[in-house]
């Protein structure tokens, strides 16, 4: 077959080929880039929701001290 393509100088077979297999590395390299943005927003989200919870307990210990400290000095107030 390969003497038959020089015979004749069809060059299209190999142009097809060439050009088939660059449509499949882009779209290897699409699939590959929006693999990696989804990857990096489930972490910025993972972050997010982390921040969100230490903020969240930071002020519930803060408040749960001021309760205690104001139990420890005057237990006879009440708490609201």
């Known amino acids: 077959m390969l003497q038959h393509l020089k ?3 069809d060059v299209g077979f ?3 080929v060439a050009g088939l297999m ?3 590395w882009y779209e290897r ?3 590959i880039v ?3 943005v989804v990857v990096v ?3 910025i ?6 921040v969100t919870i230490t903020i969240t307990i930071t002020i519930m210990v803060i408040i749960m001290r001021a309760f205690i400290l104001r139990i420890i000095n005057n237990p006879l107030l009440p708490l609201l």
């Open 7 to 9: 015979e004749k100088k």
């Open 14 to 16: 190999f142009t097809s």
């Open 22 to 24: 660059q449509q499949c």
């Open 29 to 31: 390299l699409t699939k």
């Open 34 to 36: 929006v693999a990696v």
């Open 41 to 43: 927003v489930i972490i």
């Open 45 to 50: 989200i993972i972050i997010i929701i982390m």
